[in-house]
């Protein structure tokens, strides 16, 4: 079985990664806990790559790493890159948004994500990018999921992605998307796919 060293220390997004590349022959292992990465990156992919690279490096192993975050049109593409550092918990990241969306009229918004695969030797071998559109609510609704979820909602599906199911938000979110574009790539034996990438 090949291992990709995912570039998190949180166990929470290793077992989602996981849960998106279920069925095949891939262990992931969390990245070392004193290995820290700064985001200086000043786009999702930059960052993504920056971080999947800089792992790959530090430890000699493929490494996946990913990047993402809400962009909407009003702010100028804000809260974007800073999506998690927008306030101290999910309530005040909401709160600040909406805040200063006001009554804008103008609610469209994006959820974006970039999943970077690096070789041992910090080049990256596969990029991919999965972007959900939506719209921006006035007040939150739903309980499922978390950060901006309750004021997300998708037209389409008529739903926040706090009020979708587990599988449908899998299905259709930014990070859904960016990972069925991986699927395909990754689906023959880890092996094979780790031979067919090397340089």
């Known amino acids: 079985m090949a291992r990709l060293v995912v570039a998190t220390g949180n166990p929470g997004k ?24 700064e985001e200086t990156g ?23 790493a990913d990047d993402s975050g809400l962009a909407v049109d009003a702010l100028n593409g804000a809260p974007g890159l800073y999506s998690a550092r927008y306030g ?45 559109p939506g719209e921006i ?21 008529q739903m926040t992605f706090a009020e979708m199911s587990p599988q449908t938000k899998h299905a259709i979110s930014h ?3 960016a990972f069925q574009q991986l699927l395909p790539k990754l689906s023959q034996s880890g092996k094979d796919f780790f031979e067919q990438y090397e340089q």
């Open 14 to 37: 290793l077992k989602e990664m996981q849960a998106y590349l279920t069925g095949l022959d891939l262990e992931l292992v969390l990245k070392p806990a004193e290995l820290d990465i």
């Open 42 to 64: 000043e786009t999702f992919a930059e960052n993504a790559c920056l971080k999947a690279s800089q792992v790959a490096k530090a430890v000699g192993e493929w490494a996946i």
């Open 88 to 132: 101290n918990s999910d309530s005040d990241r909401i709160e600040r948004l909406l805040s200063e969306l006001g009554d804008t009229q103008n609610r469209r918004a994006q959820f974006v994500c970039v999943v970077a695969i690096a070789r041992p030797d910090g080049s990256i071998a596969l990029q991919t990018e999965g972007i959900c």
């Open 137 to 157: 609510l006035h007040a939150p609704r739903g309980t499922g999921g978390f950060g901006y979820d309750p004021i997300f909602y998708v037209p389409e599906q």
């Open 175 to 177: 990070r859904g998307l």
